[in-house]
């Protein structure tokens, strides 16, 4: 994490040149009042008092600023009289910030890898804006976690609270606290509102992962938004009894609680002539016309083919059928998550 020195060496003066012992800088959270830790070197490891106190000639101690985020300062004398309020100072000018602001959800690297076999994860290097668009998380270097209850640490555990369960969904989150401007890694149930570590309060769902029955990550590659099974999940949708009215199926092999675009190859088996159209929940004219396979010779199968289709966040699509009792089979391949960039 890159430090910045506030002021090699600071002496606060009055006006009639003479040092303003016991002096004091307060340090606060760009735009409020909560409090924000500077620090004694470029290693941002141990803390300052806040506020920082000037020795008796006025000289203030090494003042390091993290450049994670900005910072409003107070100066007072040392009878508490405010002389002067700057805000924000930090790392990036204002007038630079202000020409050229935070990208609304931007979101970059941060891919997710699990070999399989394991309660360990991978996480790449990257950045992202966090859920609220008010600061750039930066992961500077990759970092693995594991199942286990969170703690801070490269190996250490992510799990935001309770224990781990098998064959569920669990959403991966980079995370910053603001004080220090320490970024981590954090997994939870739920996709939007993730527990949180004491004094962290920004967040990011950065994906999505899938234990299998042994309480182990299952194995899957990560490129851009793209999530790509190992091994794909085999019949997540076989039906023999599909008509010509709509019908809803619930994929297993793509995560609940985020939309997500489902890759699924298939195929179906019935009677000369039939049309099957696969769709989103959302496409509610959606006809056997609007065929994604078809079989043109009584009891062979379709050629399987590679189709792409928006799920809802419970992770179900909707299927009809030109013919009765039509049999079809679906495996899912992965999964596409814009990761709120959309947003």
Not at 222 to 245: A, E, M, N
Not at 260 to 289: D, E, H, R, W
Request: glycine letters at 10%.
């Amino acid at each position: 994490m890159a430090a910045v020195l506030f002021n090699p060496f600071y002496f606060s003066i009055d006006g009639n040149g003479v040092p303003r012992a016991g002096a004091t800088y307060s340090f606060f959270q760009t735009g409020t009042s909560t409090p924000q830790n500077t620090f004694t070197d470029s290693t941002l490891v141990t803390p300052n008092a806040n506020p920082v106190v000037a020795d008796s000639n006025g000289l203030f101690p090494p003042i390091y600023l993290s450049a994670s985020f900005d910072y409003k300062v107070i100066l007072k004398d040392s009878a508490g009289v405010t002389i002067a309020t700057r805000d924000p100072i930090g790392y990036v000018p204002t007038a630079f910030a202000s020409t050229f602001p935070l990208v609304r959800a931007a979101l970059s690297g941060l891919a997710l890898s699990a070999a399989g076999g394991t309660g360990t994860f991978g996480v790449a290097a990257g950045t992202a804006a966090d859920s609220t668009n008010v600061l750039m998380m930066n992961l500077a270097s990759s970092i693995t976690k594991t199942t286990s209850a969170w703690a801070v640490g490269n190996g250490s555990g992510s799990l935001d609270t309770g224990v781990i369960a098998a064959s569920t969904w669990y959403h991966a989150f980079e995370i910053q606290r603001t004080d220090t401007g320490v970024v981590e890694v954090l997994t939870s149930l739920s996709p939007t509102t993730p527990t949180m570590p004491a004094n962290y309060t920004l967040f990011r769902r950065i994906g999505s992962m899938l234990t299998d029955g042994s309480k182990h990550w299952t194995a899957f590659t990560q490129i851009g938004d793209d999530f790509l099974w190992v091994t794909p999940v085999g019949s997540d949708i076989s039906d023999g009894t599909l008509t010509t009215s709509l019908k809803t199926y619930t994929l297993a092999g793509v995560p609940t609680g985020a939309q997500v675009k489902a890759y699924v190859t298939g195929y179906i088996a019935c009677a000369n002539g039939v049309f099957l159209s696969v769709t989103p929940l959302s496409t509610t004219g959606a006809t056997a016309t609007n065929s994604r396979m078809s079989v043109n010779t009584a009891g062979a199968n379709a050629p399987q083919a590679v189709i792409f289709v928006w799920t809802n966040t419970s992770a179900q699509i909707q299927a009809i059928s030109s013919g009765a009792s039509t049999s079809f089979n679906l495996d899912t391949l992965g999964w596409n998550d814009p990761r709120g960039k959309n947003g």
